[in-house]
């Protein structure tokens, strides 16, 4: 499927993004690193969708949860594109060059005080991928509509607190004909961020997103 008008006003539009300055960014240089990559394409309908993964039972952490694909960082990767890249091909099978970069967006600090930076991909020819799952890390790759993170439908939010910070967590509920998934938590954060960039609006719903301490780095 050749690119459409819209998508490559898209990719132009997406080049031009500077991240915010942010706590995660300034902490970037004492903790640990990873990138996750936010793939888009577009559907027969011309709508944007993102590949997703549903992580392995067998893994020790986040097993069988919902995840975009991406890890740490390792010390040959030149930058977080390299890394979002490198992990998305082992995990998935996805060629780095059917992708092409087009924004690196703020990065996100997990529970476990890593720093996660999103970087958001654009896969202009869907029918040259064919997902090939790492067993050892993924259960299965699907997609979802990018639009449906901005939207109140099919989602409900739980107040929880953590060192006397109130924050919501996210959950949307996507169904396919064959499956059911539950996409929320640490990945839904960067995906209703990744959908406000590339849509241009906030969310329909409020946010409150978690305030972890980060180190001193004096």
């Not at 690119?3 to 640990?32: Q, W």
């Not at 539950?182 to 959908?195: N, Q, S």
Request: negative net charge; contains cysteine.
């Amino acid at each position: 499927m050749a690119s459409s008008s819209g998508l490559n006003k898209l990719i132009d539009r997406l080049r031009l993004h500077k991240p915010e300055a942010t706590a995660s960014n300034a902490a970037s240089s004492v903790l640990k690193r990873a990138a996750v990559l936010v793939c888009l394409f577009e559907d027969d309908d011309r709508q944007l969708r993102v590949i997703l993964t549903k992580r392995s039972s067998t893994l020790s952490t986040h097993s069988g949860e919902v995840a975009l694909p991406g890890g740490k960082a390792e010390e040959g990767d030149a930058d977080d594109k390299e890394t979002a890249l490198r992990e998305a091909k082992e995990e998935i099978g996805l060629d780095p060059s059917l992708v092409t970069v087009v924004a690196v967006l703020e990065p996100f600090l997990s529970k476990h005080l890593i720093v996660v930076v999103p970087v958001i991909g654009i896969l202009t020819n869907k029918e040259a991928f064919t997902p090939v799952a790492n067993s050892a890390e993924v259960e299965m790759v699907f997609d979802a509509p990018l639009e449906m993170f901005l939207k109140d439908e099919n989602r409900r939010s739980e107040e929880r607190e953590r060192a006397g910070n109130k924050f919501l967590i996210q959950y949307f509920d996507m169904e396919t004909e064959k499956r059911r998934f539950l996409i929320w938590g640490f990945t839904a954060r960067i995906l209703i961020h990744a959908a406000s960039v590339v849509y241009q609006r906030p969310p329909s719903f409020p946010e409150q997103r978690p305030k972890f301490i980060i180190p001193s780095l004096s």
